[in-house]
């Protein structure tokens, strides 16, 4: 199996990715739009091929078992596969027809993206069927959070005044859930088969849900940041 990407470090960075901010007046070159679509259509351009890989990986870690695939699984990768391809449809239609109107249709890609993200971070884990390698792929997804945090620690760390304390309190309640999650994660390490199996799926919605919160506080910190470079 190639190597793939983790899908939730790209789409963080591409989250984190303050592109050119210009002038808001009605002047907003054409030169200016191209440089911005240009941008921002090769960083998601880069998450959605990974999304892609994801989705890959997902349905031949089903197929592995050697059972036909339920439906509910034939549901679940055609609803990620058709939600990818949505995101990848608007994306080429992408206009940047106004300042304002460019980072409102850019904002709601990002938001979807990381949205699918998550969705695929917790259908991943799920089609682990065999305890063990489950373990491993929460822990190893655990370890890309702790990255995604550090990534917006950095960012935090260049931030003044009240954003930075904004910054510093969503990052230590980040920190806080993730904590909780690597708690769960030992106490399962030393569960029985009934106690596992009836906490694993709680544990993989749980991790998904804390990589779409830092993806949201990924892309309220870019915007915020959009928002004092662009007063």
Do not use: P
């Not at 190597?3 to 592109?19: D, P, W």
């Not at 190893?140 to 550090?150: E, F, K, P, Y």
């Not at 859930?177 to 088969?193: G, P």
């Amino acid at each position: 199996m190639k190597k793939r990407h983790n899908i939730a470090t790209v789409a963080l960075c591409f989250g984190l990715a303050v592109t050119g901010c210009t002038d808001r007046s009605d002047e907003w070159s054409s030169e200016d739009a191209q440089m911005q679509l240009d941008s921002v259509r090769t960083s998601m351009n880069t998450a959605l091929d990974n999304a892609g890989d994801q989705i890959a990986d997902i349905q031949e870690s089903i197929n592995a078992t050697g059972d036909e695939m339920s439906d509910e699984w034939k549901e679940t990768v055609a609803d990620l596969k058709n939600e990818r391809d949505a995101i990848s449809t608007e994306l080429a239609e992408l206009k940047a027809e106004s300042h304002d109107q460019f980072e409102e249709a850019q904002s709601d890609l990002e938001m979807r993206m990381n949205d699918l993200d998550s969705r695929i971070v917790k259908a991943r884990l799920e089609s682990v069927e065999a305890r063990d390698e489950f373990l491993m792929a929460v822990d190893r997804q655990m370890n890309a959070i702790d990255d995604q945090i550090d990534q917006l620690q950095a960012k935090a760390d260049n931030a003044s005044g009240d954003a930075a304390e904004q910054y510093d309190e969503t990052i230590a309640d980040l920190r806080e859930q993730r904590d909780e999650l690597r708690s769960e994660w030992n106490d399962l390490m030393n569960a029985s088969e009934e106690e596992y199996r009836d906490a694993r799926e709680d544990l993989a919605e749980a991790v998904a849900t804390l990589d779409r919160k830092i993806g949201q506080a990924a892309q309220n910190m870019k915007e915020k940041m959009q928002d004092m470079m662009n007063a």
